[in-house]
């Protein structure tokens, strides 16, 4: 086929699709190219979320994405199925979105993409490969294109084509971003950049073409740069909790400059790509003495432990003893009005709390995670008879407090823990609580 040949076939909308994962970001891509009328087969392992998808649903928390599975399924432009080997052979464009998570050493774990290759089957011949997972800087020239010439005996570029296509989704507003934001295409060669680029214009307002490994690095320092900068917030907080002052205020100020834009501290970073993605970008990059982005991860990964530290401390100041405290946590979701707890740093302060013997209870409107605590049904429950509370997600309903009420339900001398800084201290305090919050300086010069 000729690159003339395949960009009809997209325009026509005759072009197969498979998209292989159908998770968070695989469901909401296959249905979105089903929504413009390409065929679309959703791979997945997972025997629910397959299910889930012909069912006309999913198990996302996700804004409208259930509506818009069930439109294309009835319309039957989309379905799902656990045999890849038979979906792979019929199509003509196939989307890799399987997870590349990091292990213990936080090194970057590409079996689930391997995998992925592996199920893509020898008949490559005219495909497009498109690959979404977030990858180390040069996995696509360096393993992913010798991987698929090695089983298919076929050159990339002459008999297949391949691009690197990062999203660049925010849970929670996943279909909106989706095709509103601008979207990074990088074939391995002019070939593979355009015909992906026709593909990625049938769905997104605005596709940037590149190459694969300035697409691979580009995606890593977008949400390096973020971590970078919620380091950067998150030690000025300190800094501020040491000299009295009040960070929110400070950022503010800061943020009045036309050209700085300091995001905000907090109880630490969590979810599947920032903790994740400056360890991809600098996993083989060496030069000590010289790092900015690692020691930035220590400084987020010390906030869980930083909240830990003002509980002993506001426990202290009520002349409590943490192993006899009730500590009632807001938030196990890892940010906001999302449902997702994976890396969430409540875990980490959920479970050195169990371990110190506090007795602890969380509730969470939208995540099921307790991490071990005992899991409430809502705030009343939670806050009745405890201690201390501590605010770990900004949920929007952790954002309109009710203190008085909450006051009256807790035990005396109460002390409110702010890791999100949802709170007005000066009222918490009026009302008689201990508050402490990441960032709020109470000490004076
Ligand atoms: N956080 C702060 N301070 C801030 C902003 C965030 O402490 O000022 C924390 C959050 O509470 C959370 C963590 O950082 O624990 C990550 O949150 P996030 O909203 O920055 O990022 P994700 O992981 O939900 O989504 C990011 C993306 N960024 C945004 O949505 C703003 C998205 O653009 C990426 O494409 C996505 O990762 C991805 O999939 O890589």
């Known amino acids: 086929m000729s690159l003339k040949e395949a960009i009809a076939k997209i325009r026509n909308r005759t072009a197969n699709l498979a998209v292989l994962g159908s998770g968070t970001v695989g469901l909401p891509t296959a249905a979105i190219f089903a929504s413009v009328g390409f065929n679309v087969v959703a791979v997945d392992v997972k025997r629910d979320i397959v299910e889930g998808i012909n069912k006309g649903g999913s198990k996302l928390y996700e804004r409208d994405i259930d509506s818009l599975v069930k439109r294309n399924v009835e319309a039957g ?6 045999n890849s080997f038979q979906a792979l052979s019929r199509t003509d464009i196939i989307i890799i979105c399987v997870q590349t998570p990091i292990d213990k050493k936080k090194k970057p774990n590409l079996a689930f993409l391997l995998n992925a290759l592996n199920s893509v089957g020898k008949n490559l011949k005219n ?13 696509m020239l360096h393993t992913v294109k010798p991987a698929l010439e090695s089983r298919t005996g076929l050159k990339a570029d002459k008999d297949f084509f391949l691009a690197y296509v990062p999203e660049r989704i925010a849970p929670g507003n996943t279909l909106n971003e989706f095709t509103k934001n601008p979207r990074l295409v990088g074939g391995i060669s002019m070939n593979s950049t355009k ?7 049938t769905v997104c307002q605005t596709v940037v073409e590149t190459d694969a490994s300035t697409a691979e690095i580009a995606k890593l320092a977008e949400n390096t740069f973020r971590d970078v900068n919620i380091a950067f917030a998150n030690q000025l907080a300190l800094i501020c909790e040491q000299y009295g002052v009040d960070v929110t205020e400070v950022i503010k100020l800061a943020n009045t400059h036309p050209r700085v834009n300091i995001h905000k501290p907090g109880p630490g970073v969590g979810g599947p790509c920032l903790p994740k993605d400056p360890c991809l970008l600098t996993y083989q990059w060496e030069h000590a003495g010289n790092d900015l982005i690692r020691p930035a991860r220590k400084t987020n990964d010390y906030m869980p432990k930083h909240i830990v530290d003002l509980i002993l401390q506001a426990t202290k100041d009520a002349s409590k003893e943490i192993r006899v405290s009730r500590i009632a946590i807001l938030g196990t979701a890892y940010k906001g009005d999302v449902d997702d707890s994976r890396l ?9 709390l169990i371990h110190l013997g506090a007795q602890v209870s969380v509730y969470d409107p939208y995540c099921k995670e307790s991490f071990c605590a005992k899991r409430k049904e809502n705030l009343h429950e939670t806050v009745k008879d405890a201690d201390c509370l501590v605010v770990m997600t900004d949920h929007k309903e952790f954002r309109k407090l009710k203190l008085k009420e909450i006051k009256r339900l807790m035990n005396n001398n109460p002390h ?3 890791g ?7 009222k918490a305090e009026q009302l008689g609580f201990i508050y402490h919050g990441v960032g709020f300086g109470k000490n004076g010069q």
């Open 127 to 139: 495909k497009l490969i498109i690959v979404s997972s977030t990858i180390p800087p040069g996995t």
């Open 195 to 201: 015909i992906a680029g026709e593909l990625l214009r």
């Open 416 to 418: 409110i823990i702010d």
């Open 77 to 82: 432009r989309l379905k799902a199925t656990q």
């Open 420 to 426: 999100r800084r949802v709170i007005n201290a000066h």
């Open 344 to 352: 969430s740093p409540s875990e980490p302060v959920i479970r050195e």
